[in-house]
């Protein structure tokens, strides 16, 4: 059984910072591209960051010098430090690994964790 476990959200206010953690079990993590989302019931799911497969870091262009994605291999975990936050920053972030395999690709989703940014 793969758990997919996110933590880190919070309420603050703009301006200010939080650090989301994602943590799964390294046989999945050690193969998989690894992506942070989120989503508000008014907008459709984004991807705001990750690895992609070939190693590449990509973010939205929203929040690209605000926030900064990490991993520890060892601990099969990433990170995503988010600065100088902003109200439209507010959503449930998840975490999503994507398995790959010479067939087929198994994602992985998170519950989520919810980050409320007020003005």
């Known amino acids: 059984q793969v758990q997919v476990a996110e933590s880190g959200g919070g309420s603050v206010q703009a301006g200010e910072s939080l650090r989301l953690s994602c943590k799964l079990s390294k046989e999945v993590f050690n193969r998989s591209a690894m992506f942070w989302y989120r989503q508000t019931p008014a907008k459709e799911r984004e991807r705001v960051a990750g690895f992609a497969a070939d190693g590449k870091v990509i973010y939205l262009d929203s929040v690209r010098g605000r926030f900064t994605i990490s991993r520890d291999d060892p601990q099969g975990a990433i990170y995503l430090q988010m600065n100088r936050l902003e109200p439209d920053d507010t959503g449930v972030y998840f975490c999503?690994?994507?398995?790959?395999?010479?067939?087929?690709?198994?994602?992985?989703w998170g519950l989520g964790t919810q980050v409320n940014v007020s003005s």
């Open positions: 999503n690994a994507v398995a790959i395999y010479s067939n087929y690709q198994q994602p992985y």
